[in-house]
């Protein structure tokens, strides 16, 4: 994950005023006039602080970013169970969604933006890798048998429920409960082997 940089205040407002264009109305259909007057900055001030487009649309992104992971080691954290913490990541979505109604920003990136090459692309493509590894990490130190495809199941599960959101069904919980039922089942099954305990 990139590093986060120190921004002037300007920078700062650009990027507040980018972030909620960007998420509100999709990052191809906001264009750099917008975001300067949404500001109440210049279009020149934007290009000082950002350089291009593209690099706004990747500091937005890594900013998102770095405030979700921060969210979900928190949570993780707090949970005393290391059993618990394997799903702590659906808690924290809960808590990111009542904010963030849209969806999944990185999702809605990877759809705006396919070329891998772009560097928001990999911001956005990072952060679904970095929540893949942290479920095989919860799940290995629970002790769950097979936690690379347990991992999948439940990123699966999480990201579905993201993905439907702004339908306005409450699919978290029921998304929880599964990743709860396939922790407990992995659980019973024992160790790495498939031997039951």
């Known amino acids: 994950m990139p590093e986060k940089r120190s921004r002037t205040p300007a920078g700062q407002r650009i990027l507040a005023a980018a972030e909620e264009l960007f998420y509100e109305r999709g990052i191809t259909a906001v264009g750099v006039d917008l975001i300067a007057e949404h500001s109440g900055l210049t279009k020149r001030t934007l290009y000082n602080q ?16 770095q405030r979700w992971r921060t969210l979900v080691r928190d949570t993780v954290d707090a949970c005393a169970d290391p059993v618990e913490a394997v799903t702590a990541p659906f808690a924290a979505l809960r808590t990111w969604g009542r904010t963030n109604t849209r969806g999944c920003a990185f999702v809605n990136a990877l759809a705006e933006l396919p070329d891998p090459a772009h560097p928001a692309h990999r911001v956005a493509a990072d952060q679904k890798h970095w929540l893949l590894d942290l479920f095989r990490e919860l799940a290995t130190a629970a002790g769950c048998a097979h936690p690379a495809p347990l991992a999948t199941r439940l990123l699966v599960l999480h990201e579905g429920a993201l993905a439907t959101q702004p339908l306005a069904l409450d699919t978290l919980a029921e998304s929880t409960d599964l990743a709860r039922g396939l922790v407990r089942a992995s659980l019973r099954t024992g160790g790495r082997d498939g031997t039951r305990r």
């Open 50 to 65: 950002f350089g291009s487009k593209d690099h706004l649309v990747t500091a937005y992104l890594t900013e998102r970013d």
